[in-house]
């Protein structure tokens, strides 16, 4: 059974920092690329950002380069997104997903690429 628990989120003030984590199991996490997306209140659920089985290839949404950063450790099972500079239009729900495909495919914006999803967590930027 595959498991993707997302950790970190929270409430932090406009300009701040803060990482979300995703531990995943039961799945082969070397084998696969990992996205995070985010829903927003009232919005539909968007990506935000991917990174291929190795790491060494990542892709982001335009709103969030240069803020957000993509990583995994493939020895913990574990891909983190550090988030910087936040402002208040970050606020919504984060999901942490993962992919059969270990490399990014030209859908890997897409959700349907994505085989299993977490459960989401909260993360809130106050103005």
């Known amino acids: 059974q595959v498991q993707l628990v997302a950790s970190g989120g929270g409430l932090v003030q406009a300009g701040g920092s803060l990482r979300v984590s995703c531990a995943a199991s039961?799945?082969?996490?070397?084998?696969?690329?990992m996205g995070w997306f985010r829903q927003a209140p009232g919005k539909e659920r968007e990506f935000v950002a991917a990174i291929n089985w190795s790491g060494d290839s990542t892709s982001y949404t335009n709103s969030v380069k240069g803020r957000f950063t993509i990583s995994r450790d493939n020895g913990k099972n574990t891909v983190d997104l550090q988030m910087s500079s936040l402002r208040p239009e970050d606020t919504a729900v984060y999901y942490c997903?993962?992919?059969?495909?270990?490399?990014?495919?030209?859908?890997?914006?897409?959700?349907?690429?994505?085989?299993?999803w977490g459960q989401g967590i909260q993360v809130t930027v106050s103005s």
């Open positions: 039961g799945l082969r996490f070397r084998s696969s690329a």
């Open positions: 997903a993962a992919s059969n495909r270990a490399y990014l495919s030209g859908s890997h914006k897409r959700e349907l690429t994505y085989d299993y």
